[in-house]
């Protein structure tokens, strides 16, 4: 039942060899490097943009209602 898990194979020289002999940079070696990179940066900017947006409304306050 945790053969699969158990027993696998040993891929650490072939990955090692890969990941050296690449140019990229480091945080886009791996396999699905640019997909954690861009969610990354994804939530980074809508966080700070929220930021932003509370500190203007902070300063700023909300405007005034036309009637």
């Known amino acids: 039942m945790l053969d699969a898990l158990v027993n696998r ?3 650490i020289l072939e ?5 050296q002999s690449s140019h990229l940079p480091v ?3 791996l396999p699905r490097s640019k997909l954690y990179v861009k969610s990354y940066m994804a939530l980074w900017s809508i966080g700070m943009v929220g930021t932003t947006l ?3 409304t902070l300063a700023f306050g909300k405007p005034a209602a036309k009637e």
């Open 54 to 56: 509370g500190i203007y």
């Open 9 to 11: 194979p040993n891929n």
């Open 27 to 29: 945080y886009y070696r």
């Open 15 to 19: 990955r090692q060899k890969a990941i």
